[in-house]
């Protein structure tokens, strides 16, 4: 047992810190044992922490103007300010309403925002360097893996991270990628912090799935469609009569994340390009209850009545995609078309087969708007409607008193493939002057 000194206690809090962090989210609570790292990782840890509760805390006050404020909870504001205090925006107006504290550290720029949000990467697993070593999006030793949790291969270190971050970038919905039929799960991180405990958000968002010709290139088996569809649903079923069976049964990782989806406590993300199998998603959406997430959707143009019905949302392929396969018919006015009819569209970057592994999510947004879709509207879909979606808008994703400051500072319209961010700002602290 550890005696009740102050260095002694805070190890074992460091020791468990990032376990109880992705745990606060998860329906089974794991004891932690304190003999979990090393008697050097242990030394190295209380003195690191003997630092920080001996030296005062430097909570950030900063006060971001702008020429223009888009706060997507409103109208933009014109020569707006943004307060920031203890990590969160403690008031957002027009300059000529707020006056600025003493000792606030002030920033300017052309344009500010609420830090963006990639409805759907794989960052973090797939690494920059598109080794093997580095690629962890996509495990191929089975078509159906759902007890494949995003946290155990996400690295906060990945410098794809810092890409994403350094661009504006500030919320990420990762995990494992498309090519299974069940690949695993995902996750939402903020682009800060070293460890996963320290940028995790939400630790099971959604299950990854694929429908279409791209999970038998992966594959020996299921080698059609049906087959893929079939084993999908039988799946399902195995998880119904799981949720339904005693106490007594054994423990089963893969069929406890299934029961999830079943609860609707997280989403299925099916990923489908042609219009019959996002018709097959939806489908199997109807019959089984749960909440759907389509992802790519190239087609979604021709069925764009039927997922309106469903209200679906669509996380909308990288606009710049290549045009191939079960994606030949992807549009750059797809985005425009769906959002003008109704349907709440999100942005991605997606996965990347070639170095460097990754899109920039308002890079997609720009070319959405530059075929048709309403600017306001696009600067929603990166913010406050993917923040909805995520099941994370009462923290971040617009600029509001009392949200958690995620803010980006840029010199120029963020659509505008010119424009660099200067400052980003993640949880009230300065995290990145730019590119």
Known sequence: MYSQDQISTFTIISEEIDMKTIYKYSSSQPSISSTMISATTRLILSFSLFLFITLPASAQQIAVKGETVYTSAGNPITNGVVLINDGLIERVGPESDINIPAGYEVHEAAVVTPGFIDAHSVVGLAGIYNVDADQDQLELSSAIQPELRAFDAYNAREELVKVLRDRGVTTVHTGHGPGAVISGQTMIVKTAGSTVGEALVDSTTALAMTIGSGVRSNFDSPGTRSKAIAMLRQQLISAQEYMEGDEGQPRDLGKEALVKLLNGEIYALITAHTSYDIMTALRLQEEFGFKLLLDGAAEAYMVMDEINEAGVPVIIHPTMMRLYGDGEHASFETAGMLSDAG???????????YVPKTRVVHFEAAIAVANGMDYNQAMNALTIDAARILGIHE?????????????????????????????????????????
């Open 343 to 353: 349907i709440t569209v999100l942005f991605q970057s997606g996965y990347e087969g």
């Open 395 to 435: 923290q971040t994703g617009s600029l509001e008193s009392g949200k958690q400051a995620d803010v980006v500072l840029f010199n120029g319209d963020p659509f505008e493939y010119t424009t660099t961010a200067e400052h980003v700002i993640i949880n009230g602290q300065v995290v990145s002057d730019g590119e």
